[in-house]
């Protein structure tokens, strides 16, 4: 039974990740402005870190854990330098 | 001690970030980690920035508190507002809220807190007229936004940084 | 692909709800991203995912591969500990980034933009 209730959550937990990527995937390409795109990218990457962590679970390995910290790190740089980018034009200075 | 360890909690938390980063209590990783935050703390110390002043750990821990129970009940209150649009009855919009604090980290913290909860964004400062502006998704009424920011945090975060 | 870990049913529970919770939350945030009108209002959305979407997965993964591996695995506690302080460093200087636009208009007009208008928010 727990293994039942398990598979099932990360199932749908993982369906309702990939869905929100989507949703962010297609704010990216919709825009209008540069910064809709930037913030679209954002959330993008947090949520596919959460994916990561649900893969995680699924297969029983740490090594999933690695890359979803991986992807939170450049994605914090990536979006500051981005957003400085929007700023000044330059990244920088 | 001072001379060494210029910020104590900056190195503890060093230490203990790479104990579980490397998920083990083993002495020859407590020994790099507590390497890694004496460098890191010196490291710090040359950019030479203001003392923190920070120094009431309980009423760290109660605006931790506050600020948990917050962030839960604007999130019910942003996910309503996306997924029933019908029943939202305010637009959203800016507000402008004179502070008090001069704390640099203060002000910081404060930053985070707002920015942190769902339907709240710092948006800009003006450090002249210590005036804050924030953006806030449901904007019912402009006077408890300001009451909220003044009276449940900063009176709180000039307690422990001033 | 069956999870075939044998866990007492209260905790499978458990650990069921806060992940479903914090995927729920996520994508609620993620459907904001595309349902509010105007930027200002969407900046708020993502917030949704990294608040309590990251704490309810991080807080199942713990739970779940501390009682796989019957000893504490807390690790998951430092992707928290990362959303949570970067998060807003991001939404802020995107905001000012904005508002800088908006103020200073076409100069610093970046690739990528459709609409001309400087005082559109």
Known sequence: ?93 | MTRYLPFPLLSLGLMVIWLLMNQTLAPAHILLGATLGVIGGRLLHKLQLPPTGFKRPVAAARLAARVFADIARSNVAVARIILLPKTRNASSGFVDISLRMRSPYGLACLACIITAAPGTCWVDYDPNKNLLRIHVLDLIDEQAWKATVTHRYETLLMEIFE | MMIDADLPLWLATLIALCLLVGAALSLTGSIGLLRLKTFFERIHSPTLATSYGTAGVVLASILYFSALQSRLVVHELLIGLFVTLTTPVTLMVLARAVLHRDRYGDKTRAPGDERRSTTKR
């Open chain 1, 1 to 93: 039974m727990s293994q039942l209730i398990l598979t099932w959550s990360v199932a749908i937990a993982q369906l309702m990740l990939g869905v929100s990527i989507c949703c962010a995937a297609l704010r990216l390409m919709r825009g209008p402005r540069a910064q809709d795109r930037i913030l679209a990218l954002d959330t993008f990457y947090v949520n596919a870190m959460l994916l990561l962590l649900a893969f995680g679970m699924q297969s029983g390995q740490t090594v999933y854990f690695e890359v979803a910290l991986g992807i939170a790190l450049l994605g914090f740089v990536s979006t500051v330098a981005l957003a400085k980018f929007l700023m000044r034009g330059e990244v920088i200075e």
